[in-house]
Structures are given as structure tokens and as C-alpha cells.
């Protein structure tokens, strides 16, 4: 597995209970999530301080911060392609695709 960081420090960290994906809590305000494997996919940012716990669930992912907040971040991939197909003003490119729903199939998704 790739090295994985953040900018000002980790905090926490949580595997997926399918083992694809990991979380990592920073003191930047962020929780960035990679594959299994080390590659980046995405960065959940709300929080305004620095985010202390991050803990899978069933869809999705909780955070807590130093802000006092909690946020619930939904992570179904096939809700997530729904939502990306609702706002495509086109069909996607397999490449646009896989930048907005990385991990889902492009079947292609959307009409």
C-alpha cells in the first residue's frame, strides 16, 4: 500500500468493511479518501477545524471535527451515479466518468 498523507498531520484513520477504501482524517479540515491500493479518490471537505475521527457505515462515512459538527457523507456509488447522471448536462466521456464516479462502471450510466 501507497504512502498515504496530508499536508499538516493525520488524525484518524478507518478501512472500509469491504477493504476498498480508506479514510483519513487531517488537521486541514478534510477527510481524503484512496483506494485500497494508495491512489487518491476524492476529498469531503465541510468541517472548520480539524477533523479528530472517521468511521465507516453502512453508505457511508461519519467525521467528527474540533468544529463540534458530526457529518454523514454518502458514499453508495450507485446513488453516487445517479446524482452525477441527474446534473451531466451530456453523456459523459468514459474519462469524465471516471473522474466524477471513480470505482462505478461506466455502462454508460447516463443517457
Known amino acids: 500500500m501507497a504512502v498515504l498523507t496530508h499536508n499538516r498531520g493525520v488524525y484518524a484513520v478507518a478501512i472500509s468493511p ?3 477504501f480508506v479514510a483519513t482524517a487531517g ?3 478534510t477527510v481524503l479518501l484512496w483506494t485500497s491500493d494508495g491512489t ?5 471537505s465541510g468541517h472548520h477545524d ?5 468511521q465507516f457505515t453502512r453508505g457511508g462515512l461519519l467525521s467528527a471535527s474540533r468544529d ?7 458514499l453508495d456509488l450507485e446513488r453516487l451515479a445517479r446524482k452525477v447522471c441527474d446534473w451531466a448536462t451530456a453523456p459523459l466521456t468514459v474519462a469524465e466518468w471516471q473522474r466524477s464516479a471513480p470505482g ?3 455502462n454508460p450510466p447516463c443517457p
Open 104 to 106: 462505478v462502471e461506466y
Open 27 to 29: 488537521a486541514e479540515n
Open 40 to 44: 487518491p479518490w476524492g476529498t469531503l
Open 18 to 20: 469491504d477493504g476498498r
Open 68 to 74: 463540534g459538527t458530526v457529518r454523514f457523507w454518502d
Open 50 to 54: 480539524a477533523v479528530e475521527s472517521v
